[in-house]
């Protein structure tokens, strides 16, 4: 998949330097046809997405709006059936300001 052109669909500019260290980062998640897409119409897996990525991956706590995030992305995501976890992870962490974590 050409994560670059994916996530250029929902944003105005990519961070190339942030989007490579995410695919470092999630090599392994991407290389697997079951985590590769995030189900999002799946509670537990948008409770995994916000304890793993947000909290630990991001340094975020509840204080910081992860709902809103989350819905906020989702929002952009409207209507895409197949939502890509790299996609999905770079719009949080653009969201959140927190790009440079992948620096």
């Known amino acids: ?14 961070d190339e330097a942030a989007l ?19 189900a999002w119409t799946d ?12 909290v630990k991956k991001l340094g975020l706590s509840e204080s910081d709006g992860l709902d ?6 989702g929002a952009k995501l409207n209507g895409v059936n197949r939502k890509s976890r790299l996609t999905v992870y770079y719009l949080l962490a653009e969201y959140f300001g927190k790009l440079d974590t992948f620096k």
């Open 68 to 73: 809103g995030g989350i819905d906020a992305v």
């Open 20 to 38: 490579a260290g995410m695919e470092r980062t999630y090599r392994l998640v991407l290389s697997r046809p079951d985590t590769q897409l995030v």
């Open 1 to 14: 998949m050409d994560h670059m052109a994916d996530i250029s669909k929902y944003t105005n500019q990519v």
């Open 43 to 54: 509670p537990d897996e948008l409770a995994t997405v916000k304890k793993n990525f947000l």
